[in-house]
T-cell receptor, first 113, second 115 residues
Framework: QKEVEQDPGPLSVPEGAIVSLNCTYSNSAFQYFMWYRQYSRKGPELLMYTYSSGNKEDGRFTAQVDKSSKYISLFIRDSQPSDSATYLCAMSASNFGNEKLTFGTGTRLTIIP | GAGVSQTPSNKVTEKGKYVELRCDPISGHTALYWYRQSLGQGPEFLIYFQGTGAADDSGLPNDRFFAVRPEGSVSTLKIQRTERGDSAVYLC?????????????FGPGTRLTVL
């Protein structure tokens, strides 16, 4: 069993819809939870991060962490065609840039105009 | 350049050959990471450098893989006796030590194809 599980999709939704992306994990040591966006033939770029449990909002994006259930989510409101990409969840036990990231498989998302 | 750069962008080699992949991190970043991303998968950790030393090499799959960072900046990932299963995108990331999240910035990757 992988430490981080993520539905690979693909997921297609119409423009303007709310998108929900999710990951589950098994390692209780994970404290930092991140969402990366990866466009085709590009490196991943950090979209949002959350420390421990709770919600964090940034514009159209909301990240949620439920450590009791070992479940994290990313919501995208008012989805745009430019949001079409692969979304990767990632986790680490510590911050300070000195810890490897453990990634999910990634969910390929397509927003249909 | 402001970001992490990797060369070459694409590398095609034959089974059994030796390859070197290069990473130029963001200037001033002390931490450097190598990940491998197979088709349809998320990146998998290979090795992490803090300065010149490998702080964690637990992700290297076997002794055919080796990485160096002799001056604490540029890093080279070396793969000996390549196998078809080594075909993947090799990603490099760098980060600075920070009180808050030390964000890892990724390069565009080197796409390695072993024929």
């Amino acid at each position: 069993q992988k430490e981080v599980e993520q539905d690979p999709g693909p997921l297609s939704v119409p423009e303007g819809a709310i998108v929900s992306l999710n990951c589950t994990y098994s390692n209780s040591a994970f404290q930092y939870f991140m969402w990366y966006r990866q466009y085709s033939r590009k490196g991943p770029e950090l979209l949002m991060y959350t420390y421990s449990s709770g919600n964090k909002e940034d514009g159209r994006f909301t990240a949620q962490v439920d450590k009791s259930s070992k479940y994290i989510s990313l919501f995208i409101r008012d989805s745009q065609p430019s949001d079409s990409a692969t979304y990767l969840c990632a986790m680490s036990a510590s911050n300070f840039g000195n810890e490897k990231l453990t990634f999910g498989t990634g969910t390929r998302l397509t927003i249909i105009p | 350049g402001a970001g992490v750069s990797q060369t070459p962008s694409n590398k095609v080699t034959e089974k059994g050959k030796y390859v070197e992949l290069r990473c130029d991190p963001i200037s001033g970043h002390t931490a450097l990471y190598w990940y491998r991303q197979s088709l349809g998968q998320g990146p998998e950790f290979l090795i992490y450098f803090q300065g010149t030393g490998a702080a964690d090499d637990s992700g290297l799959p076997n002794d055919r893989f080796f990485a160096v960072r002799p001056e604490g900046s540029v890093s080279t990932l070396k793969i000996q006796r390549t196998e078809r299963g080594d075909s993947a995108v090799y990603l490099c990331a760098s980060s600075a030590l920070a009180e808050d999240l030390g964000e890892q910035f990724f390069g565009p990757g080197t796409r390695l194809t072993v024929l």
